[in-house]
């Protein structure tokens, strides 16, 4: 049984659910959720872009053990700024983002996913946690077949 969470959100990605309010407490528990595989497996990405109209490159959905304030270092993924790729800055977690951040962020995480599965399948090999992640990149990939469908 898939967590209901997830569900949620690939209801919303299918446009079978509107991006409301709800859609914040799934991405908080969601943020925990990659906390735990990032913490296992330890393997960084820069992910898909999501920025905004006239700088769409300057932040990306990123894996990493990222500083976020004093001495809290924690494996995870955040929305980053790339000003200085070789440095990217953590800036937001996945639910505190703006309101018109949110729909480019909920459109990235499938992208998000597979690239995450992919890489940690190559650097990690046959974990639980490389095969948890493949399984959510299977859940949340949704081609346009089954959006028309709906």
Not at 25 to 32: N, T
Not at 82 to 102: D, G, I
Not at 125 to 146: F, K, Q, T, Y
């Amino acid at each position: 049984m898939e967590s209901p969470n997830l569900l949620v959100l690939r209801q919303t990605l299918l446009g079978e659910k509107p991006l409301g309010l709800g859609i914040r407490d799934v991405l908080a528990r969601l943020d925990h959720l990659v906390t735990d595989l990032s913490r296992d497996l330890q393997v960084e990405l820069a992910g898909p872009a999501v920025g905004m109209r006239h700088t769409p490159d300057l932040h990306r959905l990123c894996v990493a053990r990222h500083h976020w304030t004093g001495h809290d270092h924690e494996w995870g993924v955040a929305i980053c700024s790339m000003a200085n790729p070789a440095f990217p800055r953590c800036e937001w977690r996945l639910s505190t983002v703006s309101r018109e951040r949110l729909p480019i962020i909920v459109r990235a995480l499938p992208a998000f996913f597979r690239e995450y599965a992919r890489i940690a399948l190559e650097l990690r090999g046959s974990r639980p946690s490389v095969w948890r992640l493949h399984e959510i990149a299977e859940l949340l990939c949704i081609d346009s077949s089954a959006k028309a469908s709906n």
